[in-house]
């Protein structure tokens, strides 16, 4: 970690992750200026406090945060390197192709003082007015450094994260974009196709949706124009994805029409594999947990006072999901616990009254 | 709704779906008889209060519920034609390949008193001891009428769905197979796609990991051996659902090789209606919500003190999610609310203390 001062920073860009980091940076006392070309994101991310300085006031940046659309991100790297003397970054979704280009328009010593990164965090929404200085913490925050980064350029863009709260991860651009293209792009195209299948489909079938259809399709509700500018700038890693889909399809397919059930239960197996390898909570193994199903009335303080319940059962709850249900006003609530917890909490809710059950 | 009552009912099959059944209509007082080729499955189902008669008492049902795997189901189901004077119905996930299959072996007469159906429930795990008698509450349940069907049999059927606390839908066995092929067959098989890209990756990139992939990917961890048969016992529509999927993925692979941003713009946009039609809470139209987030220290009782903060405030919670952070142990908590309810609610928890963000 740097012991050097973080600040003063500019943030280029007062939308959603820019007014964010202002707000996260102003919380530790960071000196904060702000840039944006709306004068009105501008105003409102200073309104929110997002900021203590003017960009005039701060002509020699120690970090320089680029938080623009990714189709202007090489350009205001460029610039940022060209303005400032510290230390550049940016927090866009991709990063290899935004080094490329940025490499192909400045000199080496230049170079060095850019190191990209991406925090995991963002919102359906988007604009300085749903910013939060909160946005970042607990989130992971990859910090992309290329061969020709300065290292401790590298650590000021690690110490930024901490300071918003988040926890660095140490990727080279190439893998972050393979990182990302498996973790984040795949998996929003693919529900993209899975929802658009539903876009067309007689109203009476979708009353047979349950919570599986909406978890797969959920991030498809993202913004299409920020979202085509992510799979176009991580074109390569993506594509070698979806030409495996394709493959897989075209297995599926085959096997639907041979009647192939083995072929089928490859491609599930591995499903089952893939869901097993995603890093449990906080990061850590993932450890065995068991949902129990809690029937809940559906009105205010009915979840509380089940949550109280548990609290008070001593059972701590690791996720939790609220099922939508058709034509009446109970809830089934899901809750995710420790598999050596369940049968102490079923007997615990039931001694309270709940209908509960694995 | 019928006036008749409803048992005795015979129960074939103690596994989940039929242990439960059978608990469910233990609670309405209706008499069960169950019958299962595995003895131990029996003894648990039994003991667990899931019948009040042996099959051998029960000669002549007035319904038999068919609660076998899918390769099984069209034998089972003809033999309680031929065994029972009473109504047929299955719970199994594919409706028009078990009615052929039944159609070939038994006369009109017959035909006319089975009507398949599906109850939209079910969990990871399975066997009578994952059974209870909550397991169909406010779910909705499939009931497929063939055109030979006799009209009782069918009020029959739906009038089980309701004895177990599920909504009935009817929907011929040909619209029922295209709605769970579009609402639960294809995501599972396109979440498993996903899962299987994740299969393989190296673990430091999966450390990107964040909610989105965990939600694309959920249904995926589902049992392999159930789903080869589910999946081939609907191969035609879920074939064809799989070709329009082929075809959006050679797109997306020819507009990224072509850089053609407005071709992925177009399947982003029908990814963004799709998730837009599927039917909110309570069947009915989706309402606007907006997302809140939390910051909750990841110990028992803090999730509570935050909704009974929630209740007293009066906001109602649509739906929570337990975010999953690295390295820290405070868990981010979204709260979806009614759109018109976030600013009070923001405001309201800032007083009490709670770090919360749009």
């Known amino acids: 970690m740097s012991a050097e001062p973080l600040g003063p920073v500019l ?5 959603l ?36 300085l003017t960009a005039a006031q701060l002509t020699a940046a120690r970090l320089v945060v680029v938080a623009v659309p990714p189709d202007h991100l090489a350009t ?37 003082r850019y190191v990209g990164s991406h925090p995991m965090a963002g919102s359906e929404r988007s604009g300085p007015f749903a910013a939060s200085a909160a ?70 079938h979708l009353t047979l949706s349950g919570q599986g259809v909406r978890d797969v399709t959920r991030v498809a509700a993202g913004d299409p124009a920020l979202w085509r500018q992510i799979v176009a700038a991580n074109a390569t890693a993506l594509s070698e994805l979806l030409r495996e889909v394709r493959a897989d399809v075209d297995t599926l397919l085959a096997a639907l029409a ?38 809940v009335p559906d009105h205010p303080g009915e979840l509380a006072r089940l949550l109280a319940d548990a609290g008070e059962i001593g059972v701590n709850i690791e996720d939790l999901r609220i099922d939508h249900d058709p034509g009446r006003p109970v809830g089934l609530v899901e809750l995710l616990v420790a598999a050596d917890a369940v049968d102490h909490l079923l007997s615990s809710l039931a001694d309270r009254g709940w209908t509960a059950h694995r």
């Open 11 to 15: 943030v280029v860009g007062a939308g």
């Open 17 to 52: 992750l820019g007014t964010s980091i202002g707000l996260a940076l102003r919380r530790t006392g960071v000196d904060v200026a702000l840039s944006d070309i709306s004068e009105e994101n501008l105003r409102i991310a200073s309104g929110l406090g997002a900021a203590n």
């Open 76 to 112: 205001e790297v460029v610039r940022a390197l060209r303005e400032h003397p510290g230390v550049v970054t940016d927090v866009g979704s991709v990063k290899a192709e935004p080094l490329a280009a940025v490499h192909a328009q400045v000199d080496t010593a230049e170079l060095s």
């Open 135 to 204: 946005l970042f913490d607990g989130r992971p925050w990859a910090v992309a450094a290329h061969p020709d980064a300065d290292p401790a350029a590298v650590q000021t863009v690690a110490a930024l994260a901490r300071a918003c709260g988040a926890t660095p991860v140490m990727l080279t651009p190439q893998e972050h974009d393979a990182a990302v293209a498996r973790t984040s792009h795949l998996p929003h195209l693919l529900a993209a196709l899975v929802a658009g299948r539903l876009a067309d489909a007689p109203a009476e």
């Open 258 to 295: 041979a009647g192939d059930r083995d072929a089928v239960t490859t491609l599930l197996d591995r499903g089952v594999a893939g869901t097993a390898v995603i890093p449990g909570k906080h990061g850590g193994p993932t450890r065995p947990e068991t949902s129990v199903y809690v029937a």
